[in-house]
């Protein structure tokens, strides 16, 4: 496997066995800023593609170890909506999947934005980008799969950072160094066992195989914002599992977001499948806490008041009724 970066130069890049016989590579650069893997745009003489490698760590945390092969489970996520008559406008097309060097190039989508602006205080929807969102994720859970891949290596790895990390009283991150104050805010919740205990089962249900496709990482990093609409990408968390687990992770960056209760009014009245409220809420209290007190930290306007007051709503999402 080449190990590829963001200065792997051109002659690198050509060695591969990616590219047609009389094509020539013009240039490359970053391609966005990717968590989990290496993101380039390259420029030829025919045509600009996207090129994404996995490997052995987690592209922003270096010390954290990840399976080389999610890049498989993002191919076989776009691979399995590529005939579907909406899902595939949404999402990149594959061009060419190299397992050696665990690379995937696909279509360029341009200079699209992701929607981490939703988190700025004066943020206004447009109501195309909103119903786009709603129609993608409709479309998605009404999918009829029977051979995805269970992906199970990334779910233990990602609950690691969405039940356990966060959690733990003695975890080596300090939260002061996101904001005064928060790391003996966050005191509370890791000390409270009836709390952990409930948290505990509903990350027994998150690695269970479900019957439905999910996204896996629904939230607005994975939204792009295109001259041709908007677009999904990053799917390599994509598995088997309960639809109510995107549902939750999406609202849960409504509420990071401080969006309106009616948006996520909208956006179940348009929402065409049945689920469990109290399941989805508690998949989204557990969202809201990995991303104010874990290492996946979002940029955030809130204040320390606003973070306290969330971090004791999610709470309550996730302890049984």
Not at 24 to 32: C, H, R, T
Not at 99 to 125: P, R, V
Not at 150 to 174: C, I, Q, S, T, V
Not at 177 to 193: F, R
């Given at each position: ?5 963001e ?7 050509h060695s591969l066995p990616?590219?047609g016989?009389?094509e ?6 970053p ?12 420029n030829?003489?025919i045509?600009?593609?996207i ?12 010390q ?5 092969n ?5 191919l ?7 005939d579907d008559?909406?899902?595939?406008g ?6 060419h ?10 279509e360029d989508?341009g200079?699209?934005?992701?929607f981490n602006?939703?988190?700025?205080k004066?943020?206004?929807?447009d ?8 129609r ?8 009829e799969v029977s051979n ?6 990334m779910?233990?790895?990602n ?10 009283e003695?975890?080596g ?12 805010i966050?005191?509370?919740y ?8 409930a948290l ?9 195989i479900g019957?439905t ?16 609409g908007?677009?999904i990408i990053d799917t ?13 992770v ?15 009014k909208?956006f179940l009245q348009?929402?065409q499948h049945?689920y469990?409220?109290d399941?989805v ?9 990995r991303?104010?007190?874990?290492i996946?930290q979002?940029?955030l306007s809130?204040?320390l008041?606003e973070?306290k007051?969330?971090?004791?709503k999610?709470?309550n999402?996730?302890?049984?009724q």
């Amino acid at each position: 496997m080449i190990d590829l970066n963001e200065h792997s130069s051109l002659e690198m890049l050509h060695s591969l066995p990616l590219w047609g016989k009389d094509e020539k590579l013009l240039s490359v650069e970053p391609a966005g800023e990717s968590n989990m893997n290496l993101v380039l745009r390259v420029n030829t003489s025919i045509r600009s593609v996207i090129l994404k490698q996995s490997k052995p760590y987690v592209r922003k945390f270096p010390q954290i170890l990840a399976p080389v092969n999610r890049i498989e489970i993002e191919l076989c996520y776009y691979q399995l909506i590529e005939d579907d008559d909406i899902l595939s406008g949404y999402s990149p097309k594959v061009i060419h999947y190299n397992a050696e060097h665990h690379i995937l190039l696909i279509e360029d989508l341009g200079n699209g934005i992701d929607f981490n602006t939703i988190y700025a205080k004066d943020y206004k929807w447009d109501d195309n980008d909103f119903h786009s969102i709603s129609r993608y994720l409709n479309a998605l859970h009404a999918l009829e799969v029977s051979n995805f891949p269970d992906n199970m290596e990334m779910k233990k790895l990602n609950h690691e950072h969405l039940f356990r990390f966060p959690f733990l009283e003695e975890n080596g991150f300090d939260l002061d160094i996101v904001q005064p104050g928060l790391q003996k805010i966050s005191l509370k919740y890791k000390t409270d066992a009836e709390f952990k205990a409930a948290l505990e089962l509903l990350g027994k249900r998150y690695l269970a195989i479900g019957t439905t496709l999910l996204h896996g990482d629904f939230y607005p990093a994975s939204w792009l914002k295109t001259e041709n609409g908007v677009k999904i990408i990053d799917t390599e968390f994509a598995y088997m599992g309960d639809s109510e687990y995107d549902l939750g992770v999406l609202f849960a960056h409504f509420d990071l977001a401080r969006m309106d209760e009616s948006y996520q009014k909208t956006f179940l009245q348009l929402y065409q499948h049945s689920y469990a409220e109290d399941l989805v809420n508690a998949y989204r209290g557990m969202e809201i806490m990995r991303r104010l007190i874990g290492i996946a930290q979002l940029p955030l306007s809130l204040t320390l008041a606003e973070k306290k007051s969330l971090l004791e709503k999610a709470r309550n999402y996730i302890l049984p009724q």
